[in-house]
Antibody, heavy 121, light 110 residues
Framework: EVQLVQSGAEVKKPGESLKISCKGSGYSFTSYWIGWVRQMPGKGLEWMGIIYPGDSDTRYSPSFRGQVTISADKSISTAYLQWSSLKASDTAMYYC??????????????WGQGTLVTVSS | QSALTQPASVSGSPGQSITISCTGASSDVGAYTYVSWYQQHPGKAPDLMIYDVSSRPSGVSNRFSGSKSGNTASLTISGLQAEDEADYYCSSYTSSNTWVFGGGTKLTVL
């Protein structure tokens, strides 16, 4: 059974750094693109970027390039989303999701449960 | 890239059909057959309902169907049921080799 299990909720202060995780199981982790999606409180889904764990090829939405870093450790089947300096506007639910195949032009077919990040002074 | 445009809300009575539109540009919806639709219930992660404009994943009811004309894609739900009440998001592959979501549509079953 394919599963994506995300790390737990985080409460941080502005300016702090953060790295959240998404562990894949039940499939060949290196053979599927994994992406990150932001959902701010009461708002819609925003596509942030994706990574191909097999070779760490990474793509970012122009809106998020330079704001976050996406990485993966294929030895432990885990993808990461990290911030070097959080802002209050980073407060949101973050989902990881798997593309349907090794082809980037496929939809997200499995989703993690979400990680709630709260940034407040 | 700009978000795809969806109506903020639609509603319908049980048994009726509704259609949600998703308007993009010639660099995303108009350029590819890679349009997907997701359903999201409150507090839950999204679920894939339609992909490649009109294909349904295994397990999704055939009451859900998709289509596309030019820069606009559409999701139609027939025989509305109370459980269909949720937020719906379209998504399209883009010429930048990335994806973009629509702003989302809240479906109310009256």
């Amino acid at each position: 059974e394919v599963q994506l299990v995300q790390s737990g909720a985080e409460v941080k202060k502005p300016g702090e750094s953060l790295k959240i995780s998404c562990k894949g199981s039940g499939y060949s982790f290196t053979s599927y693109w994994i992406g990150w999606v932001r959902q701010m409180p009461g708002k819609g889904l925003e596509w942030m970027g994706i990574i191909y764990p097999g070779d760490s090829d990474t793509r970012y939405s122009p809106s998020f390039r330079g704001q976050v870093t996406i990485s993966a450790d294929k030895s432990i089947s885990t993808a990461y989303l990290q911030w070097s300096s959080l802002k209050a506007s980073d407060t949101a639910m973050y989902y990881c999701a798997r593309h349907r195949s090794e082809d980037i032009a496929t939809p997200f077919d499995y989703w993690g449960q979400g990680t709630l990040v709260t940034v407040s002074s | 890239q700009s978000a795809l445009t969806q109506p903020a809300s639609v509603s319908g009575s049980p048994g009726q059909s509704i259609t949600i539109s998703c308007t993009g540009a010639s660099s995303d919806v108009g350029a590819y057959t890679y349009v997907s639709w997701y359903q999201q219930h409150p507090g839950k992660a999204p679920d894939l309902m339609i992909y490649d404009v009109s294909s349904r994943p295994s397990g999704v009811s055939n009451r859900f169907s998709g289509s596309k004309s030019g820069n606009t894609a559409s999701l139609t739900i027939s025989g509305l049921q109370a459980e269909d009440e949720a937020d719906y998001y379209c998504s399209s592959y883009t010429s930048s080799n990335t994806w973009v979501f629509g702003g989302g549509t809240k479906l109310t079953v009256l």
